[in-house]
């Protein structure tokens, strides 16, 4: 979880955490800023294959945002301010691996 304030998100992914392994599998996880949408994005990877999916709402109007990604053992949610706003079943569990989370933050003007 973390605490965003995106004014506007151009040019690449915007890192806010990240649990990332450099090798056949990619990421474990991670919730980036959207480069052409403007909301959350949250990412994983299982037997070494892509999923992901969209908040429904966008962050990028200035003002701060309670950012979270859970998963249960079935369901992926990705909470904004406090409520679920977008959720996904894979149907099976993600990759693991034991490397250090990732928590970015930068200031843009």
């Not at 989370?101 to 843009?108: A, E, K, N, P």
């Amino acid at each position: 979880m973390a605490w965003v304030n995106i004014p506007k998100v151009s040019g690449a992914w915007q890192i806010i955490a990240s649990k990332e392994h450099r090798g056949p599998t990619g990421r474990n996880y991670g919730l980036f800023g959207h480069i052409n949408s403007g909301v959350v994005h949250y990412s994983f990877t299982t037997n070494a294959s892509w999923k992901s999916f969209d908040a429904k709402t966008v962050v990028t109007d200035g003002d701060w945002h309670h950012v979270a990604g859970t998963y249960d053992g079935s369901d992926f949610k990705l909470y904004l301010d406090g409520a679920v706003d977008a959720q996904v079943s894979p149907g099976t569990k993600p990759d693991t691996h034991d490397n250090f989370l990732f928590i970015w933050g930068m200031r843009h003007r």
